[in-house]
C-alpha cells in the first residue's frame, strides 16, 4: 500500500506535492495538540469571595471548564485569563465578581460598580481623582464587602495674602514724681500694619490649617506708654518716737517672729507689667513696706522692726503685703535692692505694733 501511495505521489506535479505536503502537516499538527490535551487537567476555580475549588476536567479552555462548573459571568465581572486560553496542570483561574458599594464626595453619595475589594484599590479603579492627602473612610487598606459605603473628604490647599492689623505694646514706666496706684497714660498707643501670605488648607471647604509663608510691615506700630506712680504716700506718725535703739517707742504689742528680706524683682511679674512692683494693697514695694499673715497683723498696720538680739533695726514699717509662704509668725520685709535682701537673709525679729 505504502508503494501504491509512493507511485501516486510521484505522479503528482510540484504544486500538487506541496499541497498534500502542507495538508499532511496541519493534520499531523492537530493530532497531536487533540492527543495533548484530550487528557485530564487538575486546575482552581476561585469564584469571587467563595472558596476555592479544585477540579480535575477534560475540558480543553477556560470558558469550557467554567461552563461545566455553571459559572456565568456578567458584563463587568473580570477573568484572570482569556475565556479561549488553554487549560494546564495547577492552572489557577480567578473570577472577580463585580459589586456595588456608595462613594460619598462633596458632591454627594452615588452608586459605583467595582470589582476591587480593597478600599484603596476601589478607588484607584474608579478614577475618582482621590489624592494622598485627602481623607478616606475606611482607611484605604480595609477590606470591605458589597453595598459598603465609602468617605472621601477632599484636601486642598491656596494661598493668599490679606492686610492685618499688629497690636500695640503698653510700656510701663515707673514714675517717683507720682503717688504709689497712680496711672497715666503719656503715649497713646497706636496698631501697626503688615501684609501677611498664608498658605491655607481646607478639608470639605472648611479651613483646617493656616501657615505664615510671609510677611510685610507695611506701617510701624507706636507703643503705648504708661506712667505708675511709685511715691509712698503713706505716714508713720513719729511724735515721741526715737529712731535710735535705746529710745522708747510707743507701741500696743510686741510679736517674736521670723524675717526674711524681697525686693520689687520677687514680687513676680516682669518690669513691663503694668502691675509691677504693686502689693497686695496696691502700694509700691519698696523699704518700708511688709508683707505679713492677715491673720496675725491686720494690713495697714503700723510697725517698728528690730532684730531679736538688737543687733539690727529696720526701723518703721507699714503691713501692706502678703505671700504664699508668709503664714503665722513668718514677715517679710521689704528693700531697695535685692543685694540689701539677699544680705539680710534670715532672722529673728522683734515686730512692735505702733498705737
Known amino acids: 500500500m505504502f508503494n501504491r501511495l509512493r507511485e501516486r505521489f510521484s505522479e503528482l506535479t510540484l504544486a500538487n506535492r506541496i499541497i498534500v ?45 467554567l461552563d461545566e462548573q455553571g459559572i456565568v459571568l456578567s458584563e463587568k465581572d473580570k477573568l484572570s485569563h482569556k475565556k479561549g486560553a488553554l487549560l494546564s496542570d495547577n492552572m489557577n483561574i480567578e473570577v472577580n465578581r463585580a459589586m456595588m458599594v456608595y462613594i460619598t464626595t462633596t458632591e454627594g453619595t452615588k452608586a459605583y460598580t467595582t470589582t476591587e475589594r480593597v478600599v484603596g484599590d476601589i478607588l484607584a479603579e474608579l478614577n475618582l481623582g482621590v489624592d494622598e492627602d485627602d481623607v478616606v473612610s475606611p482607611k484605604r487598606n480595609k477590606k470591605i464587602s458589597p453595598y459598603s459605603s465609602i468617605a472621601v473628604m477632599k484636601t486642598t490647599a491656596k494661598v493668599i495674602t490679606i492686610d492685618e492689623e499688629i497690636p500695640y505694646e503698653t510700656q510701663v514706666v515707673l514714675s517717683s514724681n507720682a503717688s504709689v496706684g497712680a496711672r497715666a497714660v503719656t503715649q497713646e498707643g497706636e496698631n501697626g500694619k503688615r501684609t501677611a501670605t498664608y498658605k491655607v488648607s481646607y478639608r470639605d ?24 506712680g511709685t511715691r509712698a504716700n503713706y505716714a508713720i506718725a513719729s511724735a515721741g518716737v526715737s529712731v535710735s535703739r535705746s529710745g522708747n517707742l510707743d507701741y500696743s504689742e510686741m510679736l517674736s517672729m521670723n ?10 511679674k516682669s518690669p513691663s507689667h503694668p502691675a509691677y512692683g504693686i502689693t497686695a494693697t496696691g502700694r509700691y514695694a519698696t523699704k518700708g513696706i511688709v508683707a505679713v499673715d492677715p491673720r496675725v497683723i491686720p ?31 513668718r514677715i517679710d520685709l521689704c528693700f531697695d535692692s535685692n543685694a540689701e535682701a539677699l544680705q539680710f537673709g534670715r532672722k529673728n525679729v522683734k515686730v512692735y505694733i505702733l498705737q
Not at 469571595?49 to 480535575?56: Q, R
Not at 494690713?299 to 509662704?325: E, F, Q, W
Open 205 to 228: 471647604g472648611e479651613e483646617i490649617s493656616r501657615i505664615l509663608v510671609s510677611s510685610k510691615v507695611t506701617k510701624v506700630s507706636v507703643p503705648e506708654i504708661k506712667e505708675v
Open 21 to 65: 505536503f502542507s495538508a499532511c502537516t496541519i493534520i499531523l499538527a492537530l493530532s497531536l495538540v487533540s492527543a495533548v490535551h484530550s487528557s485530564a487537567h487538575t486546575i482552581t476555580i476561585c469564584d469571587g469571595d467563595k472558596a476555592p475549588v479544585e477540579i480535575t476536567t477534560y475540558k480543553m479552555t477556560v470558558q469550557g471548564a
Open 299 to 329: 494690713l495697714g498696720t503700723k510697725l517698728y522692726i528690730t532684730s531679736a538680739d538688737g543687733s539690727y533695726v529696720y526701723g518703721y514699717a507699714i503691713a501692706a503685703d502678703t505671700g504664699g509662704a508668709i503664714k503665722g509668725n
Open 259 to 268: 524675717a526674711t528680706g524681697y525686693d520689687i524683682s520677687s514680687c513676680g
